[in-house]
């Protein structure tokens, strides 16, 4: 099925005219242009949920199962809408290109149904009830699930300069950690959390206008931003193998499956701490938006995974990536241990925190390294490539979870006694001792109350403890997951076959670093003539002397590659004194050994190089036979049988 879009209007054109990536395309397409989405993501996935219960007490719905089972509904749809918008936006043909008309219809959306979130009728609970499930859904499973696909695929279909596509790559992640990181755990809860209070006119005027500053920003994504890739691709066929047999090959592979079962858990137990920090800080080791214990929790988080990642990579290197992660999960179950020996103590809390977040570092720079040598070792076995489909699962599952941790977080606090805080008077029910009084923006004032011991309790489990659990099970399924063992030998065969695929097609083989090499001479020679053609017009345009303008080009880039390729020497000339320095000192240790200790040494190696040749054999074996069925499989599929 194809999705057909007329905007061949001269209005919708995007503002980036040139062949290559220039600063401006970087800065207000990637960087600047998708903040206004990713910050309202990550505020609405921070407080929203702060706000159904604390400001619009919609906790005691249902009898206290409305935001117990909602949630989980909601994103269990969300996560399967999310693969269709996905196949549409792969079939969509306009002039703009296949995502970026997307990008266009989300902006408005976002900012209607982001503003509507917060404007809950004042009436009966079906009303309200109603409102909630729709604008929620209207949000996550339409508008933004629908900008979320379209965003991701830019920078693929930006350009094939791999240079520049890992330019603009860098420009998107710094707008994700400057939104979710700095304003959102930082400034949110800092300074605009303690403005509004628990005032619903003040978060619906807060939130609407983060809501509004989607559309111009979302806006000038779109505008730019180019596919260049689509362009070229007009008309082109493409290969594709089969969805059914891809998912057949997911649900058959034992490293696959125990990833799947581990986002279950780690997505669980993240969403159900996520939510759990904002009333940790509120009740147990602060005061009701205070704006500083947050702050606090959230910057000893951070420490860490911005210093951690010069440290992580060198031990996986060293010890392994299924083994660093796997102890990366026991100190962050440590670390929650820790915390919990005195949850009411601001620095045993903060330095759990600092070893629990210690033990992330794995998780969040190397688990996806693992995971690809997962999927390499499925290529091995099946023939074919299933990232699309792997990564699709995955997120089904994972923000299927964090729907179900969601429900469980809400059926757990509300059913235990939960009382939100009050504005207005008091009812004569509530015999909770006060929290505090908050005077909010808009002149009303608020009373939060000390919650009871089993409330308590849970918070602190939600925050410290759940992620104990999840950490050593998550530790237990990791430490079953070590495609490292073989994967050089499964990367070898893939290459060979790949040789004999290029031999069978009358082709010359080479390395892929050599082809990647070539491609990127190949776009790096296409993008000046572009750039001598783009000059011209210009210096046409204003006057300018097109000689010695380019000269001026040429000096700048030619200092530009000298100091580049000064670097690259040194950092060459650097790793090999490592080396050097490695092997001469693994040498000497050798050397120092005595006569039977450098036989039992070499002893033991060689007893460990049999014991791994013999497990590859055994696993080669049952490798090619899955492999000759799945050849067979793909065979038929394209005679269409």
């Known amino acids: 099925m194809e999705v057909k879009m007329t905007l061949g209007k001269r209005f919708f054109n995007s503002k980036v005219k040139s062949y290559n990536v220039k600063g401006k395309e970087a800065w207000l ?8 989405a990713l910050l309202l993501n990550a505020i609405l996935g921070s407080y929203l949920n702060q706000f159904y219960l604390d400001v619009a007490g919609l906790g005691y719905m249902w009898g206290g199962l409305f935001l117990g089972l909602f949630p989980i509904l909601s994103k269990i749809i969300d996560a399967v809408v999310d693969v269709g918008y996905g196949y549409l936006i ?10 970026r008309p997307w990008l266009l219809l989300s902006a408005p959306l976002m900012t209607i149904f982001g503003i509507l979130l917060f404007i809950i009728p004042q009436t009966n609970e079906i009303v309200q009830s109603i409102w909630v499930m729709l604008t929620y859904n209207l949000f996550y499973s339409f508008a933004y699930s629908i900008y979320s696909m379209a965003h991701n695929m830019m920078v693929p279909l930006s350009t094939r300069n791999v240079t520049q596509r890992g330019k603009l790559s860098v420009f998107t992640q710094i707008a994700t ?9 930082l400034v949110f809860p800092f300074v605009v959390l303690p403005m509004i209070g628990v005032s619903s006119t003040a978060w619906i005027v807060a939130m609407s206008i983060f809501s509004c500053l989607v559309l111009p920003l979302t806006l000038m994504e779109y505008f730019y931003t180019k596919e260049r890739i689509t362009e070229e691709n007009v008309g082109v066929e493409e290969n594709k193998i089969p969805y059914k047999l891809q998912l057949k090959a997911i ?29 940790y800080s509120n009740y147990i080791l602060g005061k009701y938006s205070d704006g500083t214990t947050q702050t606090m929790i959230s910057v000893i988080g951070g420490v860490p995974m911005g210093i951690g990642i010069f440290a992580v990579w060198p031990l ?22 820790i915390c919990m020996i005195n949850p009411y103590n601001m620095v045993i809390v903060l330095i759990g925190q600092f070893i629990k977040n210690i033990g992330g570092l794995p998780c969040a720079y190397v688990f996806m390294a693992l995971f690809a040598d997962c999927l390499d070792s499925l290529e091995w076995k099946t023939g074919f490539r299933s990232d699309g489909s792997a990564m699709a699962l995955y997120n089904i599952i994972s923000t299927s979870a964090i729907g179900i941790g969601t429900g469980f977080f809400n059926l ?13 008077n008091v009812p004569g029910e509530i015999t909770n001792e006060v929290q505090k009084v908050i005077k909010n923006i808009d002149g009303t004032s608020s009373t939060v109350f000390i919650q009871n011991d089993s409330v308590n309790t849970f918070i602190i489990w939600a925050f410290l403890g759940i992620e104990i659990i999840t950490g050593l099970i998550c530790a237990i399924i990791i430490l079953f997951v070590n495609p490292e063992k073989t994967i050089h030998f499964k990367q070898k065969e893939i290459v060979e076959r790949e040789k004999e695929t290029y031999k069978k097609e009358g082709k010359e083989w080479k390395p892929a670093e050599i082809r990647n090499a070539e491609m990127v001479e ?6 000046e003539e572009h750039f001598k053609e783009e000059l011209k017009v210009r210096c046409e345009t204003k006057g300018l002397d097109y000689e010695r303008e380019y000269a001026i080009y040429l000096h700048n880039k030619e200092v530009k590659e000298n100091k580049e390729k000064e670097k690259e020497r040194l950092q060459k000339e650097k790793a090999e004194l490592k080396e050097k320095a490695r092997k001469e000192k693994a040498d000497a240790k050798f050397n120092a050994l005595n006569d039977a200790q450098k036989e039992k040494f070499l002893a033991k190696v060689k007893e460990k ?3 791994l040749n013999e497990y590859w054999n055994e696993e080669e074996k049952r490798g090619h036979a899955i492999f000759e069925d799945y050849q067979k499989r793909l065979a038929l599929s394209k005679e269409g049988k």
């Open 609 to 611: 190089e049999e014991k």
């Open 177 to 185: 950690i400057c939104t979710s990181g700095i304003i959102v755990a």
């Open 29 to 36: 397409g990637y960087l600047v242009g998708p903040a206004g």
């Open 90 to 99: 792969d079939h969509t043909k306009s002039k703009q290109g296949k995502a």
């Open 316 to 337: 996986a290197k060293k010890f392994g990536k299924r083994n660093i992660t796997v102890v990366g999960f026991l100190l962050y179950a440590l670390g929650g241990i």
């Open 412 to 424: 757990m606090i509300t059913g235990l006694g939960y009382v939100e805080p009050v504005t207005g």
């Open 522 to 527: 190949i776009q790096n020679r296409e993008a």
């Open 251 to 279: 649900f058959t592979d034992k490293y696959i499956i125990l990833l799947m079962i581990y986002f279950v858990f780690y997505s669980f137990g993240s969403q159900v701490k996520n939510l759990g920090l904002i009333y």
